[in-house]
């Protein structure tokens, strides 16, 4: 690859014994009220000699930094993410392995992490991590991936086969009334009141 290759590969799971772990912290951002945290729990389930599960969860909420003083809003582009992943692994050979991945996982946000300057000089318009909105620009996404991985090792090469499913989800509330002005001085006419619009996304 030109621009170098990152591979990121989720452990899978294992027949040889029961294993647990949970993990949390807490995190601070300049200019925030808010305090942050990460919740991270994973549990490994032998089934059989030959089969088992593997289920991961996670809580990250990340503090935002931007502020709304006309409506009274602090830390709007505050960011909880959370979801879990699970698989299901048989190896009946040595040789031979089955695995079944699902993946759920939803972000959610108050505001976005714009900050209103002034187009000719690029300063801020009234302090350096502020805008002002007339309404909420909540957010959201949400994803969701499952995968069939089958491996089957011949001696001198080999077999792999993977079938995935995704689907992805993005909808985001925008207000627009601070472009009316410069909608408006462009086409030298009064404003025609668009204050708001709905972003819907969907990629499957």
């Given at each position: 690859a030109l621009g170098g290759l990152l591979k990121y590969v989720t452990q899978g799971p294992d027949p040889s014994g029961f294993d647990a772990r949970v993990q949390g912290g807490v995190s601070t951002v300049a200019h925030s009220a808010d305090t942050g945290h990460a919740l991270h729990g994973m549990i490994n389930v032998p089934l059989t000699q030959d089969l088992a599960i593997r289920a991961v969860g996670y809580d990250p909420l990340y503090p935002g930094y931007i502020d709304d003083p006309a409506r009274g809003a602090q830390d709007i582009n505050q960011m909880h993410i959370y979801g879990g992943r699970a698989a299901i692994q048989w190896t009946p050979t040595n040789t031979f392995s089955l695995r079944f991945s699902a993946l759920d996982q939803e972000r959610r946000w108050d505001g976005m992490s714009f900050v209103d300057v002034n187009m000719n000089s690029l300063s801020p318009l009234t302090c350096s991590l502020c805008q002002g909105r007339d309404a909420d620009q909540p957010g959201s996404s949400f994803l969701t991936f499952y995968n069939v991985l089958a491996s089957w090792d011949l001696g001198s090469l080999t077999l792999t086969s993977s079938t995935t499913y995704d689907?992805?989800?993005?909808?985001?509330?925008?207000?627009?009334?601070?472009?009316?002005?410069?909608?408006?001085a462009l086409k030298g006419a009064p404003g025609s009141g668009l204050w708001g619009v709905m972003v819907d996304f969907d990629y499957t």
């Open positions: 689907r992805w989800q993005f909808r985001q509330f925008q207000d627009l009334i601070g472009l009316n002005a410069t909608a408006d």
